[in-house]
Nanobody, 124 residues
Framework: QLRLVESGGGLVQPGGSLRVSCEAS????????IGWFRQAPGKEREGVSC????????NYADSVKGRFSISRDNAKNMVYLQMNSLKPEDTAVYYC?????????????????WGQGTQVTVSS
């Protein structure tokens, strides 16, 4: 059974850094693109970043370009999202998701499996 589990969220001050992780199990991880999405209270879910199955291609939302970096370790079935220069508007629940269809940050409809999310709060 395909399973994704996020971890690493927490409270961080503006300008700080945080790394969230996504651990996959129960499927052939290395053939799936993995995306990170987030949803803040009262707002729609938005795509943050995506990494292709082999890790050679990455996409980022304009709002996080230059601040966030996605990576994966297929040997460990892990995907990481390194978040630097965090802003209060980055506060949200962050979800990872798996796709065989596309590596896109524009829509979550390509992603069929989702984790339960991890809370990231940026506040002083």
């Amino acid at each position: 059974q395909l399973r994704l589990v996020e971890s690493g969220g927490g409270l961080v001050q503006p300008g700080g850094s945080l790394r969230v992780s996504c651990e996959a199990s129960g499927f052939n991880f290395e053939i799936y693109a993995i995306g990170w999405f987030r949803q803040a209270p009262g707002k729609e879910r938005e795509g943050v970043s995506c990494i292709s199955s082999g890790g050679r291609s990455t996409n980022y939302a304009d709002s996080v370009k230059g601040r966030f970096s996605i990576s994966r370790d297929n040997a460990k079935n892990m995907v990481y999202l390194q978040m630097n220069s965090l802003k209060p508007e980055d506060t949200a629940v962050y979800y990872c998701a798996a796709s065989r269809l596309a590596c896109s940050v524009k829509s979550g409809r390509y992603f069929g499996s989702w984790g339960q999310g991890t809370q990231v709060t940026v506040s002083s």
